[in-house]
């Protein structure tokens, strides 16, 4: 893995206490999951262009028809990319949650042609990016919490 991607291999502190539900009006994901989600998060964000970038090329390789739905370079795509990885995060932690960003975002994607069936291969692509880029660090749970997230955000965008 390229040395711009490595990210500290230290596993993040697991809580001792079990995981408590949110009360978050537009994802059902523990605090334990978000936890998860943003330590890994912040674990990537010195590096989130080169690594938004390298989940453009997995899923442009799982799914060339893809290419086509977005215009522009890569680069560009992962800009795009990074800025809504770090709305999100930040939405994870406030009551008003992301579900209004999200339909907006899905609504665009509609309009691009992309289709529920696309949300699954991004999935599979960015956890794959998330795998490479965080090595040990991204654990099974963690692995677990991303799927649960990505699963609810593809069920979102939907529509």
Same mark, same amino acid.
């Given at each position: 893995? &390229?040395?711009?991607? @490595?990210?500290?291999?230290?596993? &993040? ?5 079990? +995981? ?33 970038q390298l ?17 522009? &370079?890569?680069e ?10 770090k ?6 932690? @406030?009551e008003?949650?992301? +579900?209004p960003?999200?339909k907006?975002?899905?609504?665009? @994607?509609?309009?691009m042609?992309?289709?529920?069936? @696309?949300y ?30 990505? +699963? ?8």
């Amino acid at each position: 893995m &390229p040395a711009a991607l @490595h990210v500290s291999d230290a596993a &993040p502190k697991k809580s001792t206490r079990r +995981a408590r539900s949110t009360a978050s009006k537009d994802l059902n994901l523990t605090t334990e999951q978000k936890r998860l989600i943003l330590n890994s998060f912040f674990r990537l964000e010195p590096a989130l262009d080169l690594v938004a970038q390298l989940f453009f090329l997995k899923l442009f390789r799982l799914d060339p028809g893809l290419r086509k739905k977005f215009d522009g &370079p890569v680069e560009m795509q992962a800009r795009k990319f990074s800025a809504s990885a770090k709305l999100a995060m930040i939405s994870l932690g @406030h009551e008003d949650g992301l +579900a209004p960003t999200l339909k907006l975002l899905g609504t665009r @994607h509609r309009q691009m042609g992309i289709r529920a069936r @696309h949300y699954r291969t991004m999935s599979r692509a960015l956890v794959w990016t998330l795998e490479r880029s965080l090595d040990k660090s991204f654990d099974r749970d963690t692995r677990d919490a991303w799927n649960t997230m990505l +699963a609810q955000f593809a069920k979102v965008m939907s529509g």
